[in-house]
């Protein structure tokens, strides 16, 4: 009976050992799986686009303008698309964009945080006020609108977080998108669009 009973509960030191093998067990699958996600899982960079960016129109009016007014703000619309090509999402914080018109800041917005999930693509629109007061303001403005086209910079700033297999890697992402654009002052087209997109991991 004594055998018996013996034979079927193992002794402490033979379950610290069983116990003791599980962790170890635990720590080297853990490693296993670490290596295998910074090798076949490698984090890739997020890639944004910027599809389009429109003037959706004007408001406001001059203070003390009298009769007539004069628009003191324009809207522009900027749809950004970003993919993320990795098997895990990507968190990203609300996203800031600058415009500038001849390396002079002009205006900016703030576009809402957001998750782009696995090897998908989500687009927003960001609204961004510009300063027409302030354009008014460069002298070499008038003649640029004068000669039909008026040339501006945006620069788009998105910051992240991709996490792999549940957060056990985490990449800190930053997104940087600048453009130059020419806006058509006859109907208010976006033309010559070109952009340059950098990325820190």
Same mark, same amino acid.
């Given at each position: 009976?004594?055998?018996?009973?013996?034979?079927?509960?193992?002794?402490?030191?033979?379950?610290?050992?069983?116990?003791?093998?599980?962790?170890a067990?635990?720590?080297?699958?853990?490693?296993?799986?670490?290596?295998?996600?910074?090798?076949?899982?490698?984090?890739?960079?997020?890639?944004?686009?910027?599809?389009?960016?429109?003037?959706?129109?004007?408001?406001?009016?001059?203070?003390?303008?009298? %009769? #007539?007014? &004069?628009?003191?703000?324009? !809207?522009?619309? @900027?749809?950004?698309? /970003? *993919?993320?090509?990795?098997?895990? =999402?990507?968190?990203?914080?609300?996203?800031?964009?600058?415009?500038?018109?001849?390396?002079?800041?002009? %205006? #900016?917005? &703030?576009?809402?945080?957001? !998750?782009?999930? @696995?090897?998908?693509? /989500? *687009?927003?629109?960001v609204?961004? =006020?510009?300063?027409?007061?302030?354009?008014?303001?460069?002298?070499?403005?008038?003649?640029d609108?004068?000669? #039909?086209?008026?040339?501006?910079?945006?620069?788009?700033?998105?910051?992240?977080? /991709?996490?792999?297999?549940?957060?056990?890697?985490?990449?800190?992402?930053?997104?940087?998108?600048?453009?130059?654009?020419?806006?058509?002052?006859?109907d208010?087209?976006i033309?010559?669009?070109?952009?340059?997109?950098?990325?820190?991991?």
């Amino acid at each position: 009976m004594d055998t018996d009973d013996a034979a079927k509960s193992p002794s402490p030191r033979l379950r610290v050992a069983l116990l003791a093998c599980g962790i170890a067990s635990a720590a080297v699958a853990a490693a296993v799986l670490l290596a295998v996600t910074l090798t076949v899982f490698r984090v890739r960079e997020p890639v944004m686009t910027m599809n389009a960016i429109s003037v959706k129109g004007f408001g406001g009016a001059a203070p003390g303008g009298g %009769g #007539g007014s &004069s628009p003191l703000w324009m !809207t522009v619309v @900027a749809d950004v698309s /970003v *993919r993320n090509p990795n098997a895990a =999402s990507l968190r990203y914080a609300g996203s800031k964009t600058a415009v500038y018109y001849r390396a002079a800041r002009v %205006g #900016g917005a &703030s576009g809402p945080p957001g !998750t782009a999930r @696995a090897r998908r693509t /989500v *687009r927003l629109n960001v609204t961004v =006020s510009v300063a027409v007061g302030a354009l008014l303001g460069d002298p070499g403005f008038l003649g640029d609108v004068a000669a #039909g086209a008026v040339a501006v910079t945006t620069a788009t700033t998105v910051r992240g977080r /991709v996490a792999v297999l549940g957060g056990v890697v985490r990449r800190r992402v930053v997104l940087e998108m600048n453009c130059t654009a020419t806006v058509a002052v006859a109907d208010m087209s976006i033309r010559n669009q070109s952009c340059l997109q950098r990325v820190w991991l």
